[in-house]
């Protein structure tokens, strides 16, 4: 498929399930059209309803609107964070919107949880599927955006309290914590956010930053520096 995109004067990017072509403007209404058959060389299918362009400057949406208007996003939302262009900046983007937060995503899947547990739910499963949550999805955010200070002790708040709801009780400090020791340990495998936050978010920057220096042009990765 990167083949594919190469004479379009593309680069692709994929990350988990999401995957993310760059081209120039007057070379995506073609390259829309070749995709389908780029696919399915590979055996996959591209599905439209799910296929979306975003313009990163005012320019570029003026050349795509003609052919391609019906496609585009003012902004996308990247890998469950929405972006946004910077105001005035061509060519930029201002980062994670500020909504939904992520405690505010969390507090949603948390509801949606205690909803099934109230509808006959097993206590056992709902908290299989909260360890597999807060290890997989809730880690996966964290590692989008930075999240520190009255963020995270809410996060973290959202999922004592749950975990309290679930079993019946008021989670004492030392119930707490041992519910976030691994399973072989003794406890839940539930995460310990204040220390997996910043090492989540850093952790994704450093894998992405040789990818990041090569689309700003940048060959020499002893330039680029995380701050």
Known sequence: ???????????????????????PADRAAELLQAAPAALAAVGLELNAGKTAIWPHSP???????????????DAPTVLGVLLERAAGEAGSFDGAAPEPELPDRAASYLNNLRAHVGGGLHVQ?????????????????????????AKLWQLDAELRNFLGHLLGT??????????????????????????????????????????????????????????
């Open 125 to 149: 499963s709902a908290l299989v599927l909260l360890r597999i949550w807060a290890g997989g999805a809730l880690t996966h955010m964290m590692r989008l955006r930075p999240t520190h200070g």
């Open 170 to 227: 008021t989670l004492t400090d030392d119930a707490w914590e041992q519910a976030r020791l691994p399973l072989r340990s003794g406890g839940l495998g539930l995460p310990d956010l204040a220390t997996l936050a910043d090492a989540a978010y850093l952790g994704s920057l450093a894998q992405t930053l040789a990818a990041a220096a090569a689309d700003h042009g940048i060959r020499d990765r002893k330039s680029t520096r995380l701050n």
């Open 1 to 23: 498929v990167a083949a594919a995109v190469e004479p379009y004067g593309g680069a692709l990017r994929a990350y988990h399930d999401d995957t993310f072509v760059r081209v």
């Open 59 to 73: 320019l570029a949406e003026a050349a795509l609107a003609p052919t391609l208007g019906e496609h585009v996003l």
